[in-house]
């Protein structure tokens, strides 16, 4: 047994590293991990929207639930710094899973890594959940036994009740039909058994609607989303995407679809690879999922001149992972605080500050990013909030009533008018014409006459 390339250990170090380091920058795993508290409070799985000032039981299909617990124990037992253990947990699963498939092109394979690591490296429900699909295809790249198949039944059901991409999964379990020499019979019944595990989940066939209508955009709540979150924006929204690292990497994962479609043992491989790159053109969220799954699936179907170097995963994987808790450890050790935790990119240590000093039973408004905090520093007072980045338990009017009054195209006594006591915002926010209470750094308590 050899040793791996150089360029594999030291890639996923700089990636633990990052992991392990990385400021929480999104809003999503305060809002997770305060859902996570309710469901340890109350011992049950959120079904209405709780914590809205004006439609508290608006219907929520809290998709991510599985995440909410350990959300929630990480962040009262250690702090906001406990989050990138799992980001940490996440990109080492990923890799490791992945040097299967990728060993032979290590080279293209870091590059991959390389293109789509600062998206990576954030703990927020959409990334974590990127260990279900390697994780399947690592369980679907063995023979079918019964242990294997309720592996890969267990792996389904987990990222069902993980995160919505869980249809991906019946895809990968799918492309195992169009393999020469399989008994296509066990696939098929493994295929139903992976689509019908998915409806074993708290709120039944409403998460496959709630996907359908993430995916269509049809509803006119969703509609709003789509519209007003970037994340559900096409890639070339974004005024930097020809010259974005990931989009390069996205263009050379489709040449390689295009070539594979020529090669009838990889077509249905190569199909999935383009239909998962349309998707991420057409929402950019889908990025990361669909340049290092598409390198996965591909990748095979150019093997090397030279042998596969056969080595240990534990030496590329171990140093890395050693030196993203080491360093991850020297910032516990010095008590590093919440505060210091949070990116600039939410409010940094002003947000954090000022979320906790609201009043108890405040009827809050405020910009998207910063709603996640308020939830968790202030749910528990009976805060509540006109709008929240959880997005889908709302009605399309309320959505369009709080991104209109962000970009300052609804007026300001409508605040009045539905509730809303104090507004937690930026100094250059359209809102920042009332009266300040309480300021810290570029953010501000004010007051709603």
């Not at 999964?169 to 098929?188: C, H, P, T, Y």
């Not at 998207?368 to 009017?397: I, K, T």
């Not at 009045?416 to 014409?433: C, N």
């Amino acid at each position: 047994m050899s040793r791996p390339p150089i360029i594999l250990p030291l890639v996923f170090a700089g990636l633990a590293f990052t992991a392990a380091t990385f400021l929480v920058s999104d809003t999503g795993e305060f809002w997770v991990s305060a859902a996570g508290r309710w469901m340890l409070n109350h011992h049950a799985v959120p079904r209405e929207n709780l914590w809205s000032i004006t439609e508290p039981t608006h219907p929520w299909v809290f998709h991510e639930w599985l995440f909410g617990v350990p959300f929630a124990w990480l962040m009262e037992h250690v702090g906001v710094g406990g989050l990138p253990l799992l980001t940490l947990a996440m990109v080492t699963a990923v890799f490791g899973f992945s040097l299967r498939f990728t060993r032979h092109r290590p080279w293209l394979f870091a590059l991959a890594v390389v293109c789509f690591s600062m998206r990576l490296v954030t703990p927020r429900p959409t990334h974590l959940a990127l260990i279900f699909p390697f994780w399947l295809w690592w369980l679907l790249d063995a023979p079918l036994t019964r242990g294997r198949v309720v592996s890969v039944l267990l792996v389904e059901w987990l990222w069902a009740n993980s995160h919505g991409s869980f249809v991906v999964g019946w895809a990968l379990i799918a492309l195992k039909l169009f393999e020469v020499g399989v008994k296509r019979s066990r696939w098929v019944a493994l295929l139903a058994g992976a689509i019908g595990i998915t409806f074993l989940n708290p709120y039944g066939a409403g998460l496959h609607a709630l996907v359908a209508d993430y995916f269509a955009g049809a509803s006119a709540s969703a509609q709003v989303i789509h519209e007003h979150i970037r994340e559900f924006r096409p890639l070339w929204s974004d005024g930097d995407f020809l010259y974005s690292r990931a989009t390069a990497a996205l263009v050379m994962v489709l040449a390689a679809a295009c070539r594979a479609l020529w090669l009838p043992a990889f077509r249905a491989r190569a199909l999935l690879a383009i239909a998962l790159i349309v998707q991420a053109v057409l929402h950019v969220r889908h990025r990361e999922l669909a340049g290092l799954l598409g390198c996965v699936l591909l990748l095979p179907a150019w093997p090397s001149k030279t042998h596969a170097p056969s080595f240990s995963n534990a030496w590329v994987l171990l140093p890395g992972l050693l030196l993203g808790l080491g360093c991850w450890g020297a910032a516990w050790l010095r008590h590093r605080s919440d505060e210091e935790w949070v990116s600039r990119e939410l409010g940094g240590a002003d947000v954090v500050t000022l979320a906790r000093a609201l009043p108890d039973d405040a009827r809050v408004v405020t910009e998207f990013p910063a709603s996640g905090l308020v939830l968790w520093y202030g749910a528990e007072r009976g805060v509540r909030v006109l709008m929240d980045a959880r997005n889908d338990c709302y009605s399309a009017e309320t959505a369009k009533l709080a991104f209109d009054l962000e970009d300052g195209a609804a007026p300001i006594s409508r605040l009045s008018e539905i509730g809303v006591t104090h507004a937690l915002v930026k100094d250059d926010s359209p809102l920042a014409v009332l009266n300040a209470e309480q300021s810290a750094g570029a953010w501000s308590i004010r007051r709603v006459p």
